[in-house]
């Protein structure tokens, strides 16, 4: 039963994309347990608690042909046709989301190719991908929900029925209501369990066209140092654990115990990051980054010359895209600080470069000239080069997101509710609405790359450090 079909989320299948597919041994498996749930429809393990779910498919695809399709429209309907996640689709598949409340129990593949009239391989898929989750009681439904949505989740949550059921026992309605993801095609779920199921996960062609062994900056025992190319996930996305740096970089040194992600970079940023190989040595890593002791340098190419110096500026502290920055002080705005070490004028790059990179035109008005920035980065707050950047009316180029409110800001100044040409409200009220139409100014987010690089990565006083290639900018 559906509670809150069709949601809308940021997922949609990319194409271009070279094959990969299950390994023999792994088809295998999978079609003997599908044969196994639908000749007997015996549920072989009760779902297990999150710690004892196997997190890593590494092993299980291969750089193979795929015998299969993914989505592809029916000829007849028009509607979408469902065959299998690999090859990547040569066309855009519409976000779809499905929240799900169990009615029914058994293996986690069958209920979803059952209610979601799905073929049993694309669902495994799915799951392979890490784009399947669950909770033990289902999440409060958004106030969009419909009354019947609303009603099943109230039956669903009703404290009689959950008194039925062992497996919360012990455990508090929000620890319950937890989203773990399912990673194993015959895991049991049992009647109330809620399901998350991101039909369309969110693909990463970029990762089937790079060397990736040649990007390994540096390999020890501890951890991994990766010139990450633009375009790409450090440790993948919400739905696509598979089509990450972490996944395809692992599989390209032939490590049996996948690398780990310590920090992020965005995915259209190209440069430094460290994986560590062990769980330890991850923990190693974040305390590090607690204690400040890890030094992260980048090259900016920014759309207009940038003053050398310390830049301060603070974060609105709302979680989603894009972020807004503050020239004064707000309370409660986390400080963004970044020193500009050099700015030096170069060429823009030509059409053929910005074309064979994908970089995105959003309108600037001069084209001549580009200006590279060295940067310290002091605080590491999420796009808070590009923020800054965009602030000083100095864009990176090629950031679709900012740029545009760049311009606008250029072009009817005081636009920027919280900016250097920034005017008196009346109210809050109107400074939030002035807030709201600010962020629409803002573009997409990039699709592959942007005019940054994390060019430089060091820890313990120098001890460790280490530097990416030639930025993108700088083709040869």
């Not at 999420?382 to 545009?404: E, F, K, N």
Request: charged share 20%.
């Amino acid at each position: 039963m559906s509670l809150m079909n069709s949601l809308v989320s940021s997922a949609c299948l990319s194409s271009n994309c070279r094959a990969l597919s299950f390994s023999a041994a792994t088809l295998r498996r999978t079609l003997s347990l599908f044969s196994t749930h639908h000749a007997n429809r015996r549920c072989p393990t009760p779902l297990c608690p999150p710690n004892t779910i196997r997190t890593s498919f590494i092993s299980n695809f291969s750089a193979s042909p795929a015998i299969t399709q993914p989505p592809s429209p029916s000829p007849a309907s028009g509607e979408l046709e469902y065959h299998r996640l690999l090859p990547c689709p040569t066309q855009t598949s519409p976000p779809r989301v499905e929240h799900m409340v169990v009615t029914e129990g058994g293996p986690v593949l069958d209920y979803i190719t059952k209610v979601l009239n799905l073929p049993p391989l694309y669902v495994a898929d799915l799951i392979h991908f890490g784009a399947v989750y669950y909770a033990l009681v289902c999440p409060n439904p958004p106030p969009t929900a419909t009354p019947e949505q609303f009603r099943v989740f109230k039956d669903a949550t009703d404290p009689e029925v959950l008194k039925t059921r062992k497996s919360i026992k012990g455990k508090t309605v929000r620890e319950a209501q937890k989203t773990f993801r399912i990673t194993q095609v015959d895991e049991f779920v049992e009647p109330g369990t809620y399901l998350r199921v991101h039909v369309h996960p969110k693909r990463s062609p970029m990762c089937y066209e790079i060397d990736w062994k040649s990007r390994v900056i540096a390999l020890t025992d501890n951890y991994a140092v990766l010139d990450k190319p633009a375009g790409t996930s450090v440790g993948g996305t919400t739905d696509n654990i598979e089509e990450s740096c972490a996944t395809f970089s692992s599989r390209a040194l032939g490590l049996t115990e996948p690398l780990k992600t310590t920090h992020q970079i965005d995915n259209c940023t190209e440069g430094c990051v460290v994986f560590a190989r062990t769980k330890e040595y991850c923990s190693i890593f974040h305390g590090k980054i607690r204690e400040k002791t890890v030094s992260k340098q980048y090259l900016a190419l920014a759309s207009a010359p940038v003053p050398t110096g310390i830049i301060t500026h603070y974060m609105r502290p709302v979680n989603v895209a894009p972020r807004v920055v503050s020239d004064d002080f707000v309370k409660g705005w986390p400080l963004c600080r970044l020193e500009v070490l050099e700015c030096r004028e170069v060429p823009w790059p030509h059409s053929d470069i910005e074309k064979k990179y994908s970089i995105e035109d959003s309108g600037w008005p001069s084209k001549k000239f580009a200006y590279e920035c060295r940067i310290n980065l002091l605080t590491g707050r999420t796009h808070q080069i590009r923020a800054q950047l965009t602030a000083l009316g100095a864009p990176i180029v090629g950031d679709s997101m900012y740029m545009p409110a760049a311009i606008a800001e250029m072009r009817h100044p005081g636009l920027n509710p919280y900016g250097k040409f920034k005017t008196q409200y009346a109210s809050e009220s109107d400074r939030m609405v002035a807030v709201d139409e600010w962020i629409l100014q803002h573009g997409k987010e990039p699709s592959v790359a942007i005019g940054l690089q994390a060019s430089q990565i060091s820890w313990d006083n120098g001890e460790h450090i280490y530097n990416a290639g030639s930025p993108w900018w700088i083709d040869n």
